[in-house]
C-alpha cells in the first residue's frame, strides 16, 4: 500500500483547500482512510477518516468545515477545507487502516503518506 498526498499550499483566512491522497495497493477487504495532521510542536491528531462503505467520523474543530470523501474509481481520497483558520496549519497526512470503523487513532493506522503542507495566514 502506498499513499501520496497533494494540494496543500498557503492560503489566508477563511479560505479553502482541497486536498487529494493517491492510494494504491487497496485490495477488496474492508479499510479505512483518514487525514491526520501535525502542526510543530504538537501531537499529531486526526482529522476525519472515512470507511470504504462511506461511513466518516470528524474531529470536533473541523466539523462543519472540512469534508472527507474518496472516489473509488480512481483510488484517491479527497479533503475538502473550507473557512480555514490559522489554527489548521499543519502537515497533513492520509493513512489507511485495516479497521472497518473510522477512527481517528493514529495507532491503528499502518501505512502513512509523506504529507502536505497546509498553511494558513491571517
Known amino acids: 500500500v502506498q499513499l501520496a498526498e497533494s494540494g496543500g499550499g498557503s492560503v489566508q483566512s477563511g479560505g479553502s483547500l482541497r486536498l487529494s491522497c493517491a492510494v494504491s495497493?487497496?485490495?477488496?477487504?474492508?479499510?479505512?482512510l483518514a487525514w491526520f495532521r501535525q502542526a510543530p510542536g504538537k501531537k499529531r491528531e486526526g482529522v476525519a477518516a472515512?470507511?470504504?462503505?462511506?461511513?466518516?467520523a470528524y474531529a470536533d474543530s473541523v466539523k462543519g468545515r472540512f469534508t472527507i470523501s474518496q472516489d473509488k474509481g480512481e483510488n484517491t481520497l479527497y479533503l475538502q477545507m473550507n473557512s480555514l483558520q490559522s489554527e489548521d496549519t499543519a502537515m497533513y497526512y492520509c493513512?489507511?487502516?485495516?479497521?472497518?470503523?473510522?477512527?481517528?487513532?493514529?495507532?491503528?493506522?499502518?501505512?502513512w503518506g509523506q504529507g502536505t503542507q497546509v498553511t494558513v495566514s491571517s
Open positions: 493513512a489507511k487502516s485495516a479497521f472497518f470503523i473510522p477512527t481517528l487513532v493514529s495507532n491503528e493506522y499502518l501505512y
Open positions: 495497493g487497496l485490495t477488496d477487504e474492508d479499510y479505512s
Open positions: 472515512i470507511t470504504n462503505n462511506g461511513r466518516t
